[in-house]
């Protein structure tokens, strides 16, 4: 079974930065594009950004470009995102998700989320 934990949310203020892990096990990491999807309060989920397999190919919601990284460990079976300047509309449950990239991947290759708080 797939299997994605991620972890590194929590309450910041507008203008900061938060760093999200999320560990994979369950399938083979390295030969999975991997994306990051949000949902914020009441909204539907919104694609964030997705990498490739070797972690040299990234793309981003327009929304986020300039603002946030996605990287990979496939050593280490981890994918990461880097939010810098996060504004309160970057508000919502961050998942990790097995697939896609350039699209939400179906609900069950979703991880456990965590939760990004933008607030004064």
């Known amino acids: 079974d797939v299997q994605l934990q991620a972890s590194g949310g929590g309450l910041v203020q507008p203008g900061g930065s938060l760093r999200l892990s999320c560990a994979a096990s369950?399938?083979?990491?390295?030969?999975?594009?991997m994306t990051w999807v949000r949902q914020a309060p009441g909204k539907e989920a919104e694609w964030v950004a997705g990498?490739?397999?070797?972690?040299?190919?990234?793309a981003y919601n327009e929304s986020v470009k300039g603002r946030f990284t996605i990287s990979r460990d496939n050593a280490a079976n981890t994918l990461f995102l880097q939010m810098n300047s996060l504004k309160p509309e970057d508000t919502g449950i961050y998942y990790c998700?097995?697939?896609?990239?350039?699209?939400?991947?179906?609900?069950?290759?979703w991880g456990q989320g965590t939760l990004v708080t933008v607030s004064s």
């Open positions: 998700a097995k697939g896609g990239m350039l699209v939400i991947p179906i609900r069950r290759n």
């Open positions: 369950g399938f083979t990491f390295e030969a999975s594009s």
């Open positions: 990498i490739n397999r070797g972690g040299e190919n990234t």
